[in-house]
């Protein structure tokens, strides 16, 4: 796994993987608000499928973990996002939009340039996607990635 | 007041607890006490013989008069004392922002004249309810699903977002549900649900997880209700569920459920009665029926707009359908090998074709990889070498998927609780016949797109000059799915289960239980569906193989036809039986049922049976 984050340092502009304080910041959220991965450290992809198909149950216990306080504001709805539907937004990226590509590029408070804050995540996904260490990386180390690039983005083009 | 004075002079004699009132605001105080709109609002319990009511929210913290018993004049006038005190102290810990629905309705039944906007200083409340972004609430019907036992009647979930549709996956969701602990196996799940073995609650949050759940995993097709609210209804609404948050009641999966719960919150707003605490079942497409009802009867409107959210399966027949006949070639060939890069494969095509056959492929190892992740690990690297590929091209998307033709609007379909009369005339022999189901959405039904079927514990009897005869149905389930609009690799099955139990021999059922399971293949040409299907029968004590062939029809939206041919080898000989079902639709309440069929068995002479029935359907 280290492999792939250094990989993904070397092709990436100043902009792309953030400081550590901003990746603390991805792993805090993500725990704070109490997302499924929290209970199957070792697949979050599993954990997010697991917790949300018990429909009429589970939902309710993640709810309750994502306090308001705890998970409020954009960032932390980011990371949350980023985390569950990173599949959707991987597949939109490469397309190059897409219902949650919209909402994270919302999120990331880049209105009315919205279109260079896309080109600047999918360059920057371009690079991660086809490095050799992408397909052993697991879900949250992916989703930290692009939160984290989301992140930078919006701080040079939009404000979060 | 002057009426109110009248009242108070009066009201002594018949109300004891007025003898302790003190002014026209404590009459007043006990009228609003005893109204519909102030009893909903604390969920009490039937008062059995007169006795006090019981609360039914069990929280330490929801009631100011007790949590024993509640008397609802004592509460009201708790709450005024609590939630109109120190106002110019609110903050997030004060009564008025716990129950910010709750100072609305006093201060506007009462005549407090409070100014409402010093509800701002709850800044809890306001940030959930988002009312500087949000003026749109929706109730959202998820249709039924049998990979979860709970999920089979559909699900209900509330939408709270802008009115434009604009970022529609950032909305607030809310849903009501059972606290399941981790790991319930599903069937103590079950029983739990049935017998209130687990407490419920509304519980927030960002609306893209319904989306993940229903439209990406589970392939489920949702319909959006806008609710046709007001300000003062749509924030009275949010303000009454900020109260019921973390406030858990007894779950039942029958009544006790989401859609009984959101029902209970609309009668306060509207004013109208949706549901019925007597009811034994409440499944979530019944609040759909009476909305529908209540807006089409044209004196309220509660429906303001209404829209088709297609699964990720229907998105993806619909890509899948506008590639060409190369497109889908190449389609084909890139899944049918393994690991093998596109590109080679895309040769032929124009840069623009090329693009539309990568996302379409994405879009399949996504759904693949979503609703069937046993298929393993494997697919993640195709899709990533497939996200790689179409990252080489510009962005934006070059396949458009094909307009999906939604489902019925769930409002529109028939009610799924029934009653039915007529005669009928089993082997020459003339009778009334009766039936009574308390949930079928049979193939026959008003709505009823794609002929599948769910009836649980149906009874149906025939009196006859010297017998009553019945038949009890336990289960049926008849799935139809269509192998041409299918995706590559894929072979749906149509299937039915049907077990039940009958006093006499009828048709190819003899008396005893009995038990049919089918599997095998539909084909949609046209408006008609042809299924062959391949059969286990049991019945009685005998048992038997056979074959069923299937013509399912329908003509102008209200009539459905479903003609049927039925040959089984048992282990005393070989029987047919050939059958006309049709139904006539005059609304989600009246249908004609007509059946007739014939049967015969190793030779003998025919038996002819047939059947007319009125159906009332009233949940």
């Not at chain 2, 709270?160 to 319930?184: C, K, M, W, Y």
């Not at chain 2, 094909?402 to 609780?417: L, M, Q």
Request: charged share 20%.
């Amino acid at each position: 796994m280290k492999l792939f984050k250094m990989a993904l340092a070397a092709v990436a502009m100043v902009s792309m993987i953030g400081s550590a304080a901003a990746q603390r910041d991805f792993a805090a959220i993500y725990k704070e608000c109490g997302l499924g991965a929290l209970l199957f450290p070792n697949d979050p992809i599993i954990a997010v499928v697991t917790n949300v198909t018990w429909d009429l149950g589970t939902t309710a216990v993640i709810s309750e973990l994502s306090s308001p306080e705890t998970c409020n504001g954009n960032p932390a709805l980011m990371a949350s996002l980023v985390l569950d539907a990173y599949p959707q937004l991987e597949q939109e990226l490469a397309i190059g939009e897409g219902e949650y590509l919209a909402s994270m590029v919302n999120l990331m408070g880049c209105e009315g340039v919205e279109g260079q804050a896309v080109s600047a995540l999918r360059v920057q996904f371009a690079d991660s996607v086809a490095g050799g260490t992408y397909y052993d990386a697991d879900g949250f180390e992916k989703a930290e990635v692009l939160y984290n690039a989301a992140m930078s983005t919006s701080n040079q083009l939009c404000t979060i | 007041m002057q009426s109110a004075r009248i009242f108070a002079s009066i009201s002594f004699l018949f109300f004891p607890a007025l003898l302790f009132a003190q002014s026209d605001s404590d009459v007043l105080a006990y009228q609003v006490s005893q109204s519909d709109q102030w009893k909903k609002q604390l969920y009490l319990s039937d008062r059995p013989k007169g006795g006090p009511y019981r609360p039914r929210i069990q929280s330490d913290d929801f009631y100011f008069s007790g949590t024993d018993s509640i008397d609802p004049f004592q509460e009201l006038l708790q709450t005024r004392q609590a939630v109109f005190s120190n106002l110019d102290q609110l903050n997030n810990d004060h009564p008025a922002c716990r129950f910010p629905g709750r100072f609305l309705f006093l201060n506007a039944a009462l005549a407090l004249d409070y100014d409402t906007s010093l509800l701002g200083e709850c800044s809890n409340f306001q940030n959930w309810a988002r009312f500087d972004r949000y003026d749109s609430l929706s109730v959202v019907m998820v249709e039924g699903y049998y990979g979860n036992p709970a999920s089979s009647f559909g699900h209900l979930v509330l939408r709270h977002g802008r009115s434009d549709g604009a970022q529609q996956l950032l909305d607030t969701s809310i849903n009501f549900g059972a606290r399941v602990p981790q790991g319930e196996g599903p069937i103590k799940y079950i029983l739990n649900g049935l017998a209130g073995g687990y407490l419920a609650s509304f519980t927030a949050e960002s609306y893209y997880r319904q989306d993940l759940v229903y439209t990406q995993v589970e392939h489920r097709d949702m319909w959006h209700y806008e609710l046709d609210l007001d300000d003062t209804q749509r924030v009275f609404f949010l303000a009454h569920l900020w109260e019921l948050l973390d406030s858990p009641s007894t779950y039942y999966f029958l009544k006790n459920n989401c859609a009984f719960a959101v029902a209970e919150i609309l009668e306060i707003v509207f004013e109208r009665n949706l549901v019925n605490q007597n009811t034994l079942f409440y499944p979530p497409v019944t609040l759909f029926h009476e909305l529908e009802e209540i807006h089409q009867q044209g004196d309220l409107s509660v429906i303001r707009s209404k829209h088709f959210v297609p699964s990720q399966q229907s998105v993806l027949k619909s890509l899948y359908v506008t590639l060409s006949a190369q497109q889908r070639q190449v389609f084909g060939r890139y899944i049918g090998r393994e690991q093998q890069p596109v590109q080679p494969l895309l040769a032929d095509l124009e840069e623009a074709e090329a693009a539309e056959v990568i996302e379409s492929l994405i879009s399949f190892y996504s759904y693949l990889i979503s609703g069937y992740p046993e298929l393993g690990t494997e697919l993640y690297e195709r899709r990533r070498q497939l996200i790689v590929a179409r990252l080489e091209y510009p962005s934006g998307r070059f396949l458009q998927a094909a307009e999906i033709e939604p489902t019925t609007e769930p409002g529109k379909t028939a009610r799924v609780s029934r009653l039915s009369m007529g005669v009928s005339l089993v082997d020459n022999q003339p009778g009334l016949a009766l039936g009574w189901v308390p949930y079928s959405q049979s193939a026959t039904d008003l709505g009823n797109d794609d002929f599948s079927e769910l009836t649980v514990l149906a009874l149906d009897g025939r009196l006859q000059e010297d017998a009553l005869d019945a038949k009890f149905t336990l289960i049926r389930v008849a799935q139809r799915s269509d192998l041409i609009d299918r995706l590559p690799g894929d072979w749906p099955l149509s299937w039915t289960i049907d077990l039940g139990w009958q006093t006499a021999q009828t048709g190819r059922y003899r008396a005893g239980g009995q038990a049919d399971i089918e599997v095998g293949q539909s084909v949609q040409v046209g408006s008609m569906l042809l299924s062959a299907l391949g059969a286990f029968r049991q019945s009685g004590w005998e048992s038997g193989l056979g074959a069923r062939a299937e013509l399912a029809l329908t003509t102008g939206q209200r009539i459905t036809w479903i003609g049927y041919a039925d040959y089984t080898f048992w282990t005393s000989g070989e029987s047919v039986q050939l059958g006309l079902d049709s139904r006539f639709s005059f609304s989600p309440r009246w249908s004609l049922e007509a059946e007739l069929s014939s049967f015969d068995r190793g030779g003998a002479e025919a038996e002819l049976n047939a059947q007319l029935l009125l159906a009332w359907h009233f949940r």
